[in-house]
């Protein structure tokens, strides 16, 4: 069964501190992995995108690795920030889904940045 | 531009009552998604309509309906709500596979 399975799920950090988040799956094959960002109350933001053949992948403070041999990705936020505090979602796209939405959704890490 | 706007935010509704979700979206998108958001659990698809014309069932369609009324507008409708639609909807969109965009989102709850 495809699936999507996020570490830890939940994590308390000093502002201004690194963390990295862990996505592990068991989609194969698969398109491509992206990390999305849910601040509260609101919709997925995309963070970062990767295709099965790409290692890594940076958006400013966000930078996502990816090992498709080991089935795990993982996102890490530097100098973390106040408003990273959000839920980080990892979402996996098995091959030949295209357009039809049916995207495996990890569960998420909540992340709190306190002052 | 406002990309995919959902209303109502909030709507609390008893069981047995009906209502619809509306979405649309102003990027020319031709794929439209709707998914469900629960405590603990990843979003699930309820419907999807990969262009205009077309609807199809995700993986949790039961008790719900789907209208592709446009190429901008995808509406889903509850007929009978039940206390385990209780969730925070989100409706989507995209182009190419690489990029979705999501609503803000439509949080119910059925008593």
């Known amino acids: 069964k495809n699936q999507v399975e996020q570490s830890p799920q939940s994590l308390i950090i000093l502002e201004g501190k690194n963390c990295t988040l862990q996505?592990?799956?068991?989609?194969?094959?698969?398109?491509?992995l992206r990390w999305y960002k849910q601040d509260t109350g609101r919709g997925p933001v995309s963070l970062t995108i990767?295709?099965?053949?790409?290692n890594t992948k940076s958006n400013g403070r966000y930078t996502a690795t990816l090992d498709a041999d080991t089935k795990q990705s993982s996102l890490h936020i530097t100098a973390s920030q106040l408003s990273d505090s959000a839920s980080y979602i990892c979402?996996?796209?098995?091959?030949?889904?295209?357009?039809?939405?049916?995207?495996?959704f990890g569960q998420g890490t909540t992340l709190q940045v306190k002052p | 531009n406002a990309g995919v706007t959902q209303t109502p935010k909030f709507q609390v509704l008893k069981t047995g009552q009906s209502m619809t979700l509306q979405c649309a979206q102003d990027?020319?998108?031709?794929?439209m998604y709707w998914y469900r958001q629960d405590p603990g659990m990843g979003l699930r698809l309820i419907y999807y309509s990969a262009s205009e014309g077309t609807t199809d069932k995700g993986e949790v369609p039961n008790g719900y309906n789907v209208s592709r009324l446009n190429k901008r507008e995808f509406s889903l409708r509850l007929e009978s709500a039940a206390p385990s639609q209780t969730s925070v909807y989100f409706c989507?969109?995209?182009?190419?596979?690489?990029?979705?965009?999501f609503g803000s989102g439509t949080r119910l709850t059925v008593v």
């Open positions: 990027m020319n998108h031709n794929s």
């Open positions: 996505c592990n799956y068991t989609v194969s094959p698969f398109s491509n």
């Open positions: 979402v996996v796209s098995p091959y030949g889904s295209g357009n039809t939405g049916k995207l495996i």
């Open positions: 989507a969109s995209s182009e190419v596979v690489l990029g979705y965009t």
């Open positions: 990767m295709t099965f053949s790409e």
